[in-house]
Structures are given as structure tokens and as C-alpha cells.
């Protein structure tokens, strides 16, 4: 198993800018990547950015496309998620998961970010 903890949420003006942070432990050495969803209430839990260990590959969703920003770290067990711009609609819990040749697997508890207008 793989357990995951998110930390960074919180609440900001629209324009402003928050950076999430997720620890991944456990078998971790079975996973090819890390990735952040989020799920505002109402909504379809959403892919937002995901990157890959394997040539360092990233994707981003359209509507985060600019402004936020995933980078890992050396140890490939940490993720990050520099979000920056932030609007009243990325308001949401967002969720840090695990990717493995299988797909995705194993979420975090995640982390509440409310955008004020």
C-alpha cells in the first residue's frame, strides 16, 4: 500500500497564490508518477496535473494551463503543486494520488482551497 499526505490548502483572494505538498510512503518504488484531482461540490472528481518519473512529463488540464505548476522531488515520493492566479472556480478539495502502470491509485485525504472573489 501507499499512503499519501497532502498539506497547503487554505484560503485565498482570487489573484493570489498557494502551493500544496504531498508525501507519498510505502511501496512507493512500484509507483511511475504522482498526480493532484480535485473535486468541487457538486462536481466529477477532476485530473488537474500529473507528472510522470519516467522523463519527467507533465499534463495539465486546460483550465490550469499558466498558472499552475507540478514539480517533484529528488526522492520521487514527494509532489508539489504551485498554484498561482488562483480564481474563485479552482475552489475545491484537491486530492494528491499515486500513479502506477495499472493507473491511478491510492488518494490522499485532501486538502480544502477556497478561492474568495
Known amino acids: 500500500q501507499v499512503q499519501l499526505l497532502e498539506s497547503g490548502g487554505g484560503l485565498v483572494q482570487a489573484g493570489g497564490s498557494l502551493r500544496l505538498s504531498c508525501a507519498a510512503s510505502?511501496?512507493?518504488?512500484?509507483?511511475?508518477?504522482m498526480g493532484w484531482f480535485r473535486q468541487a461540490p457538486g462536481k466529477e472528481r477532476e485530473l488537474v496535473a500529473a507528472t510522470r518519473w519516467n522523463g519527467g512529463t507533465t499534463d495539465y488540464t486546460d483550465s490550469v494551463k499558466g498558472r499552475f505548476t507540478i514539480s517533484s522531488g529528488s526522492a520521487k515520493n514527494t509532489v508539489y503543486l504551485q498554484m498561482n492566479s488562483l480564481k474563485p472556480e479552482d475552489t475545491a478539495v484537491y486530492y494528491c494520488?499515486?500513479?502506477?502502470?495499472?493507473?491511478?491509485?491510492?488518494w490522499g485525504q485532501g486538502t480544502q482551497v477556497t478561492v474568495s472573489s
Open positions: 494520488a499515486a500513479r502506477f502502470y495499472t493507473g491511478w491509485s491510492y
Open positions: 510505502g511501496r512507493t518504488f512500484s509507483m511511475v508518477g
